[in-house]
């Protein structure tokens, strides 16, 4: 189905973000309603003013309808937990959109949580845990593929078998977010970081490094979404949505895909450009989804920034860091800055598009891009924000 320009009212109003990284001690509730607390004083709303509660349903415990009485909001008249993996952030805010459009809610929160980190408990393992090796899935950890770093780094070995991409160029993406990192103070790792020293970081799952995998933190976003009419009169300036997309190929290991190279990104960039009414080269920022380096490549060549094949030789250049063409994770992303899902893309974009990113605000913020990814590559979204209303 061919898209046209979406004429939207939904903007987030309210951005709330907690202490991030090794913060023990602390349930994921509690982290979300420290998150939404700041919200809304971001916003200038008070709890009763919601009428909306979104959860980005992870895997957590605490993630989960009843969240909505440990917060105690009342009278709500949506509730959701949604989970589609690290997409499901584009999927909420679509999802608070067109509530907010057809009047079935006025304000809305969504929120990401999570505390899987423990003073006694490594980061591989914490989210290792949670997996399920029973059925089918057994014969994946039968060979050796536990968790998620295996089958993102077959991807991108295909990668480099198929066009000659390297290690150094997945590395010249970390250190470009490493570079965006050292100036924002919520970021968890701020030590400079040159190519040589990701090269020398230790293998995790060939052709990863560690520097090309992302963190693993305690903490939680919220934002709070309404419409255009009612943010006049609220505390923040509006950030707008333009579009909220998704893309799900489904099962992309199986005979006539391309697995870990065409992704879901294609189809959600194409769509949403042509929602929002704009081009790739309108885009000002891009945060994008960076659970491993090579997901930013990839995602760069299906939104079309450059042909496929070629985000090696696209990304060597330092285009991607400060001072260049194209700020990308201008947070330092999930590899250096915080790992929340989708959410740490969604609350940079907000960041950047408020003009509120001190140190590390770009000079050009009209229209800022922001993506999900889930699964193996196999869930997309896409939303796009601007300053300005459509």
């Known amino acids: 189905m061919k898209a046209t320009p979406w004429k939207t009212s939904a903007t987030i109003v309210g951005l709330g973000i907690t202490e991030m990284g090794k913060i023990y001690g602390r349930s994921a509730a509690d982290f979300a309603a420290e998150a939404i607390a700041l919200a809304l004083a971001d916003a200038g709303l008070d709890k009763t003013d919601i009428d909306g509660l979104l959860v980005n349903g992870n895997g957590n415990v605490d993630m989960e309808p009843r969240l909505q009485m440990t917060l105690g909001f009342q009278d709500l008249a949506m509730l ?5 993996a690290g997409s499901t952030s584009g999927a909420m805010v679509q999802y608070a959109a067109l509530a907010l459009d057809a009047g079935i809610v006025s304000h809305v929160v969504l929120v990401y949580a999570d505390a899987p980190l423990r003073q006694d408990v490594g980061a591989a393992a914490a989210y290792a845990r949670r997996g399920a090796w029973n059925g089918m899935n057994g014969l994946r950890a039968a060979y050796g593929e536990f968790g998620g770093n295996p089958p993102y780094a077959l991807a991108a070995r295909r990668h480099m078998h198929e066009y000659g991409t390297t290690s150094r160029q997945l590395g010249a993406i970390a250190v470009a977010q490493r570079e965006w990192a050292r100036l924002n103070p919520r970021a968890q790792m701020t030590k400079p970081m040159t190519i040589d020293d990701h090269q020398s970081s230790r293998m995790v799952v060939d052709p990863f490094h560690l520097f090309d995998c992302c963190l693993v933190s305690n903490g939680a976003v919220a934002v709070v979404m309404t419409t255009a009419d009612r943010a006049r009169h609220l505390r923040q300036p509006p ?8 893309a799900a190929p489904g099962d992309n290991q199986r005979a006539g895909r391309d697995p870990g190279i065409d992704t879901g990104a294609r189809r959600a960039g194409e769509t949403a450009f042509a929602m929002a009414g704009i081009t790739r080269d309108d885009v000002d920022v891009l945060q994008l989804y960076d659970c491993y380096t090579y997901t930013v490549l990839v995602t760069l060549e299906d939104y079309g920034f450059c042909a496929k094949g070629e985000g090696g030789a696209f990304v060597e250049d330092g285009r991607l860091g400060p001072g260049g063409s194209l700020p990308t994770n201008t947070g330092g992303g999930q590899l250096s800055g915080y790992y929340m899902w989708g959410f740490t893309p969604l609350s940079e974009a907000v960041i950047q598009a408020r003009g509120q990113a001190g140190e590390r605000q770009v000079g050009r913020n009209d229209i800022v891009l922001a ?3 889930g699964g193996v590559l196999n869930y997309h979204s896409t939303t ?6 459509a």
């Open 80 to 84: 959701n937990v949604m989970s589609a």
């Open 239 to 246: 950030v707008h949505l333009l579009a909220a997309t998704q």
């Open 371 to 373: 993506s999900g990814n």
């Open 384 to 389: 796009i924000w601007s300053k300005h209303a």
